[in-house]
């Protein structure tokens, strides 16, 4: 069985699973990485100006050889670069650290800041072909309704922590109307212990001969997510990306649905996002 795409609300076909790559040192680390992933096949990578790590990211998907249209790179912008005409310089540099021509998603990273005028931004480069999609991350405020409505190209992707004990069916209802689909990120939890030995997930690991980690993995392939789990290891990073070859049933995927409990594994309030993450901007 091939991997799966989704069609985002602009036409454009994403690969449903990459990998991300927050965390990961710039220079060999992620160059290993990114080279590892292309070389098994998958064609989509996260990052971020605020993972320092683009430069790398760009020079591994060049160093492919693989035609650029094949692969899809998400990066996001910092509050520190929103605002109208601060934002379209700020592109212009996320296109030159990347070494590349266009992007194919860039994300607001954060929602705080002069959002509504990075996003004005993001629309012309659109327009003008230096960006494919444009989508948000972290807005789960009031704030995701108040750029949804002032948009007027609507995001196509809201990237959040998303895993089996914090579903986000309440953010996925609010979204559905701008035809907008939920990235998951920390999708098995940021590696937590407690949710990858999750019983059920063994229980239909071994009735399908794969591991807790890719039933985590298939459930969200299934949800219709799209996910990047972070990985330097070639052993998870084969292992995350073999699972494509078989399905979860509708009476598994209710069960894990049940596992849904309001979990998250990152907790900071939005004042407190506001004030330790509104203060820091990434170097060029
Ligand atoms: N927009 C945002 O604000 C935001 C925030 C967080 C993350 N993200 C994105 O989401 C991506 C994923 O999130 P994340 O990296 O924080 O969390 P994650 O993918 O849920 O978990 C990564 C952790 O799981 C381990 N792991 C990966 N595959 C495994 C496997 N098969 N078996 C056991 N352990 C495994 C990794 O260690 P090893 O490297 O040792 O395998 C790493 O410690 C990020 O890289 C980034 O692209 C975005």
Redesign the pocket.
Known sequence: MNQTFITLNDGTKIPQFGL?????PAGEETEKAVREALAMGVRHI???HA?QNERSVGKAVRDSGIPREEIWITT?LWPSEYGEGKTAEAIDKALARLGTDYIDLL?L??QFGDYLGAWRDMEKAAAAGKVRSVGI??FESERLEELCEAATIKPSVL???C?PYYQQNALKARIAKYGTVIES???????DPGL?SEPLFTEFGKKYGK?N??IILRWHIEEGTIL??????PV??K??FDIFDFSLTEDEMARIRDLDCGRRF?NMSLADQEKFLGGWAPAD
């Open positions: 991300g790559v927050y965390q990961v996260d990052t971020a993972y996001k994300l990273h954060q991350s972290n990237q959040v922590e895993h990120w920390y999708p098995i939890g940021h590696g990858i591991t980690v890719q990047f789990p972070k990985t330097t290891n998870h990073m292992e995350n990152f």
